[in-house]
């Protein structure tokens, strides 16, 4: 059934998921922090920013007003990059009913506490408030131009999760659905810590091999977390974890594995930031990723060395020799 829906973020991903809503019939409407922006999409009926060569299907219009954008919706789904989460949370209370529910397509971590997003969320609203997460393997392009994409939506309550899958589901675009939105969380945010591990190691030329043990490596310590703090291994296992996984280390799409690349080369994080222009969430995560390892007692030298890369100028070519001289051990760890 047709419903109206408000959309919080207009940056590629929240465009790619309000494009895909709209073309399944939904009235949605597109907040955009910049009103000027926001009233240029809707004359131009293109993001011409992030997305310039996917138009606007009819029934997604853009907004630069957050309450014209959620007053009377019957949905509501942040996507703006996971810094902001909280503060969209505090405009967004005064709209959000158990009726509504809260979804957000967001991945990473509340910066400073490493709490996730849905605790985050939950802590605001208490359990009377459904809450779903849209997470997956999805590059935004790739889904405003509707090539075949699925995803996974985790949700505190299996028919909001359901509601969910089915406001998304068709037009190229599956979604599948999890109560596990400790795991969705989890692979959501950890594999933009990865993709830049991998990304620094192609922009050093260092070969597949090289790409295709960070990957397998990196979903073992995504594991081990998931493990530590409670996530259902099926779900790292699934699109969430190794699907995204997979996705971000190898698709130069990413914005995360961008980075890594220019830093493989010798860039420093400044220039890479500048040249992408985009919101990177490996940086701020791989701090509160190793704040959660250390808490859990957990193991990850992957995310570790990208940590002290990123945030202690240790050096990328080391960073492989330390990962290479690690004692032998047992895969299955
Ligand atoms: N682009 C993609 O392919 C995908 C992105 N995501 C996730 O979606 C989230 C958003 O990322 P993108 O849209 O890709 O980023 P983007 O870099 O394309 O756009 C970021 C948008 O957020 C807005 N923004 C920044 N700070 C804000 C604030 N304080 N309040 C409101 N808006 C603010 C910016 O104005 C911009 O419109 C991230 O957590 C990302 O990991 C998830 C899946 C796919
Ligand atoms: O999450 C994404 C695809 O699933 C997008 O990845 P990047 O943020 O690295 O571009």
Known sequence: MATTIAVLGAGSWGTALGMQLARMGHEVRLWARDAERAEAMERDRVNQRYLPECPFPESLHATGDFDAA??????????????????????????????????????????????????????????????????????????????????????????????????????????YYTADLVGAELGGAIKNVLAVACGMADGMGLGHNTRAALITRGLAEMRRLGRALGADDHTLMGLAGIGDLVLTCTGDQSRNRRLGMALGQGRSVDEALAEIGQVVEGIKTAEEVMRLAERAGVEMPIAEQVHGILFRGWNARKGVQVLMERDLKPETD
């Not at 007053?71 to 005064?94: C, K, M, N, Q, Y």
């Not at 991945?107 to 609203?125: I, Q, S, W, Y």
């Not at 359990?127 to 949700?155: D, K, M, N, Y």
């Open 70 to 175: 959620c007053r009377g919706a019957e949905h509501l789904l942040v996507a703006t990059p996971s810094h902001a989460f909280g503060e969209t949370l505090d405009r967004i209370t005064p709209f959000v009913t158990a009726e509504t529910g809260l979804a957000w397509a967001s991945k990473g971590f509340e910066p400073g506490t490493g709490r996730l997003l849905h605790e985050v969320a939950r802590d605001r609203f208490g359990p009377e408030i459904p809450l779903a997460l849209i997470t997956g393997p999805s590059f935004a392009r790739e889904v405003a131009q509707s090539l075949p994409t699925a995803v996974t939506v985790a949700a505190t309550d299996p028919e909001f999760g359901q509601a969910w899958a089915e406001l998304l589901h068709g037009n190229n675009f599956r979604a």
